[in-house]
């Protein structure tokens, strides 16, 4: 599989999608990921919880990944058909990343029940110093890398 390291959203723009994309009415499935070294963590929007418990349940996990590795680069998945599943970059981006320490790779998938109309998938490749982050942008940014 190619992965292509591309379509960067800010911060600001991640945070503003992800309090969109998780509000009460909007039947959805949800799920955040983050690995790194130290191991992996899920959660799961299930259906007994409320999207205000989910929401705060990712906020409290990306507060404690910044609380780790404040450099941060965003890839927002979009469905075009050609991107590949958010967990393949993610694991791809945790693996091309081992030379780096203290770095976390998160991912964010929130997926309508009834359409795909607000759908977000977001890969956050999540570095201990911003050297790393530039360094992992000029090796892989906008470059074709297999897996």
């Known amino acids: 599989m190619t992965i292509l390291f591309k379509t960067t959203i800010s911060e600001s723009a991640a945070f503003e999608l992800i309090e969109q994309a998780i509000t009460p009415g909007r039947p959805c499935d949800g799920y955040f990921n983050a690995v790194s070294d130290a191991g992996e963590t899920t959660l799961v929007w299930s259906p007994s919880k409320s999207a205000e418990e989910f929401l705060a349940e990712v906020r409290e996990m990306l507060r404690l990944t910044w609380d780790v590795a404040r450099f941060w680069i965003i890839y927002e998945r979009r469905d075009n058909g050609r991107d590949p599943e958010p967990t393949e970059v993610r694991n791809a981006a945790f693996n091309l990343t081992r030379g780096f320490n203290g770095v976390i790779v998160a991912s964010l ?21 911003d050297f790393q982050r530039r360094n992992f942008r000029l090796r892989y940014e906008g470059k074709a890398i297999s897996t």
Do not use: Q, T, W, Y
Not at 113 to 122: G, N, P
């Open 109 to 129: 998938s929130i997926l309508g029940k009834r359409d795909a109309d607000h759908d977000l998938e977001l890969v956050f490749v999540c570095f201990a110093d």
